[in-house]
Structure formats: structure tokens, C-alpha cells
């Protein structure tokens, strides 16, 4: 098995809304080509920063159908089809295989604050109802419950299609020891754009990302630096990345990428949908001066 699975760096994609709050879905599938285009090595659809909470069954596998179409196998696009409900998510996963999708990004059960057997058996049941591989998606901070790496070892034991975790703790020592106990070739993907160079010094082979929605070949220059062995310069690329991760966080996520991403690429990618709101005028400026001056737009 190949680490990482998907490729290094997966961008957690926006969805573009139309003015009346519907998907706009050729913006996403445009949104798609200039992410590969960019430094994307492939796609995360309907997760978190795609608003997936707030997206119905029939917008997310038509979202899935348009960008897997379009896309046309040149990068894996990952489905988010998780929630709180093992059933339901069993059900999404399905039919989201039916859809051409090569992997899904299952959370954590949020809300429902299981333990850690519960894990175990909602992420089996998930695994023993598709072929298609799957990434753990460990985010307290959504979700209130961690995911311990013990559960992730065994569930990587038990199921040869859990091949990746996206590790959004924020907790580096948790990250060293999912790479003690878990196989050499599964993947540790970090969940958070700030942590990617830290995580990577303790294991970690690769990033889904925020960031990369807009600055994506900023992060790839980084993780190769650090491949390469140019630690140093790793790190002065993490100074220069990092403030302007963190922008995309001065609101509630996707709320800032949204409008950046718009900004950089041209896609108008909408407002988000409530009980998200637009970005605030003071804001949006602040985020336009900054991506100008990294030289992300003009």
C-alpha cells in the first residue's frame, strides 16, 4: 500500500452556492481544474469546509457525480459521507461508490460523544459495507470525542480498506503515537494546515488542507522542502505560511476561504449557507491585503 494513499496534499474543497443559496455545481466542477491546477493532489468533497452539514442527500451525490465527471480520474476525489448516524453513513457510503468516488472521509460520530468501542463499531460497520477505502477523521473540536490511536490500530488490523487518518487534534504527541502503533504504510494526513510541519517530524506523510483551496502550491513547496531534507528552509516557508492559514480561521471556517478562494481563483464561490455568514467588510480587506502581498492575487 502506497503512503500517502491519495497523494500528499488533498484540498478540502469549498462548495460554490449560487445567489439563491443553491449549488452552484459548474463552478464547482471549475473549481475542481484549478485545484489540480494548483498544487492539489486531489479533492476532498462535502466535508467540513465543503459545508456538508447543511447539504442534502441529492445536492452531495450530484456534487459527487459532477466532479468525479469532470475530473475524470487525473486525481482521487474523496466523498465526505460521514455523520453522527452509522446507518446513514453507511447508506451515503454506498452510494457514493455508485457515484465513481475512490475513497470517503468518514468522521468521527459528533454530537453522540461515543466511546471508544463505539468508534470501533462505527467505523466497522462502514468498512464491512464497502470496498472503497476510507480516512478516519478525528476532529474534537467538532465532533467533542477523540478518536484514541489504539482505536485506529485496530481498526487498521481489522480492515485492510481503512488505509488513512486525517489527524485534526492539534496534538503532536498524539500524532507520534499513532506512527508507533499503526503500520508503516497506512497514512497520517494532518487535519490542519498550522500543524502540517510539526506532525510531518513525528510521522505524518501529508496534509488535507484549507489553505489549499486558494495556496496550495505555497504548502506543496513546503512538505517538499522538508522531504528533501532542507529542514531549515521547511521552517522559514512555515513562518511565511502559517499567518495566513490562520486568516482563514479569523472567522469561522469555511466563512474566510470562501471569499478567499473567490478572490484568488475568479469562481465566485458564494456566500455560505446558514448559520454561516458572509465575511465582514473589515475583514475581507484585511484578507485581500494579505493575499496580495503573498502574491496570490493581484
Known amino acids: 500500500m502506497k503512503n500517502p494513499y491519495f497523494g500528499r ?3 478540502a474543497m469549498v462548495t460554490p452556492f449560487n445567489a439563491d443559496g443553491s449549488v452552484n455545481y459548474e463552478n464547482a466542477a471549475d473549481l475542481a481544474d484549478w485545484l489540480i491546477a494548483h498544487g492539489s493532489n486531489g479533492l476532498v468533497v462535502a466535508g467540513s469546509t465543503g459545508e456538508a452539514a447543511t447539504m442534502t442527500v441529492d445536492e452531495k451525490l450530484e456534487l459527487f457525480r459532477v466532479v468525479v465527471n469532470r475530473v475524470n480520474k487525473r486525481v482521487p476525489v474523496i466523498a465526505g459521507t460521514g455523520c453522527n448516524c452509522t446507518a446513514e ?6 452510494m457514493a461508490e455508485v457515484m465513481g468516488i475512490d475513497g470517503v ?23 464491512e459495507s464497502t470496498k ?18 489504539a482505536t485506529v490500530a485496530r481498526l487498521a488490523e481489522d480492515f485492510d480498506n481503512i488505509v488513512a ?37 513525528v510521522g505524518a ?43 482563514m480561521f479569523m472567522e469561522t471556517n469555511p466563512i474566510p476561504i ?19 455568514t458572509q465575511l465582514e467588510a473589515q475583514h475581507k480587506e484585511q484578507l485581500a491585503a494579505m493575499l496580495k502581498e503573498y502574491g496570490l492575487m493581484k
Open 105 to 127: 472521509l468518514i468522521v468521527g460520530p459528533y454530537y453522540n460523544k461515543p466511546t471508544q468501542e463505539g468508534f470501533y463499531q462505527h467505523f466497522a460497520a462502514v468498512a
Open 258 to 276: 470562501k471569499a478567499a478562494t473567490t478572490m484568488v481563483t475568479g469562481i465566485e464561490c458564494g456566500e455560505p449557507r446558514l448559520p454561516l
Open 165 to 201: 487518518i486525517k489527524e485534526a487534534a492539534g496534538n503532536v504527541g498524539q500524532v507520534n503515537e499513532l506512527f508507533t502503533v499503526l503500520p508503516e504504510d497506512f497514512t497520517i494526513y494532518s487535519g490542519d494546515d498550522i500543524e502540517i510541519l510539526p506532525f510531518m517530524s
Open 89 to 94: 453513513t453507511v447508506k451515503m457510503t454506498k
Open 132 to 149: 472503497l477505502p476510507i480516512i478516519v477523521y478525528n476532529v474534537p473540536g467538532r465532533t467533542a470525542s477523540n478518536i484514541a490511536p
Open 205 to 247: 506523510t501529508g496534509l488535507i488542507s484549507v489553505l489549499s483551496n486558494c495556496g496550495g502550491e505555497m504548502l506543496q513547496e513546503l512538505m517538499q522542502a522538508y522531504e528533501d531534507g532542507r529542514v531549515r528552509e521547511a521552517a522559514r516557508l512555515n513562518t511565511k505560511m502559517v499567518p495566513l492559514a490562520k486568516a
Open 9 to 11: 496534499l488533498l484540498t
